[in-house]
């Protein structure tokens, strides 16, 4: 289990990863709107779930629901076909880093 400090690292690492996939679905032109407001939405959990890492109830339930976000954004990228590699990739590399933070906490 992660200590507080520890979360709030590992919650960085998730916010450049999903600011990353959310620059990258707004720059490409075949993303589709609801693409780039679920990616968004996926952004703005993280920046919820980094106010909320100070104790360790709110903390799991706040990576509990950023990985629910996450999973909405790789269904919607995995769902666009016009969306391109650069972008797709970025938002499954997003998901991933929640994932992976979801097995530490």
């Keep these: 289990m ?3 400090t520890d979360l709030a690292s ?9 600011t990353a996939a959310l620059q990258a679905s ?6 589709s709107v609801v ?10 959990k993280t920046d919820k779930a980094m106010r909320s890492a100070s104790d360790d109830v709110s903390a799991r339930d706040s990576v509990i629901e950023l990985e629910q ?5 790789k269904a919607a990228a995995e769902a666009d076909p016009q969306l391109g590699d650069t972008a ?3 938002v ?14």
């Design 35 to 44: 693409l780039v407001a679920v990616v968004r939405e996926f952004d703005s």
């Design 10 to 18: 590992r919650l960085g690492d998730v916010k450049e990863k999903t």
């Design 92 to 105: 499954l590399a997003a998901h991933l880093e929640i994932c992976i933070l979801k097995t530490e906490v």
């Design 69 to 73: 976000a996450g999973d909405s954004a």
């Design 2 to 4: 992660l200590t507080i």
């Design 88 to 90: 797709r990739e970025a």
């Design 26 to 31: 707004e720059a490409d032109q075949g993303a």
